[in-house]
């Protein structure tokens, strides 16, 4: 069974940085692209991040965080992360990663993890 945990969530000042973490379970990491989407209350699952499968070679970014989020993976680890630097209140809301056989900007991945809150005070 596919699992993944999200975890470095918090609760920040503007302009600072946190570091997300997805650690996964259950089947071959590599073999998956990875993505992170968020939630904010009252709106849609938006795209932030995505990564490709293997080496990652290929990321996908939101015109909204290009330039602040960076996402990496580290197969050895079977964990994803998503470092955002520079937040802004704006990027308050729930982040979840998500797992899927290609790399898309839509929520069209298997696997999804509970999510992780990520709140920026101004």
């Known amino acids: 069974q596919v699992q993944l945990v999200e975890s470095g969530g918090g609760l920040v000042q503007a302009g600072g940085s946190l570091r997300l973490s997805c650690a996964a379970s259950?089947?071959?990491?590599?073999?998956?692209?990875m993505g992170w989407f968020r939630q904010a209350p009252g709106k849609e699952r938006e795209f932030v991040a995505g990564?490709?499968?293997?080496?990652?070679?290929?990321?996908y970014y939101a015109d909204s965080v290009k330039g602040r989020f960076t996402i990496s993976r580290d197969n050895a680890k079977n964990t994803v992360y998503l470092q955002m630097n520079s937040l802004k209140p704006e990027d308050t809301a729930v982040y979840y990663c998500?797992?899927?056989?290609?790399?898309?900007?839509?929520?069209?991945?298997?696997?999804w993890g509970q999510g992780t809150q990520v709140t920026v005070s101004s």
């Open positions: 259950g089947r071959t990491f590599r073999r998956y692209a």
């Open positions: 990564i490709s499968r293997n080496n990652g070679g290929t990321t």
């Open positions: 998500a797992t899927g056989t290609i790399l898309v900007t839509t929520p069209e991945y298997d696997y």
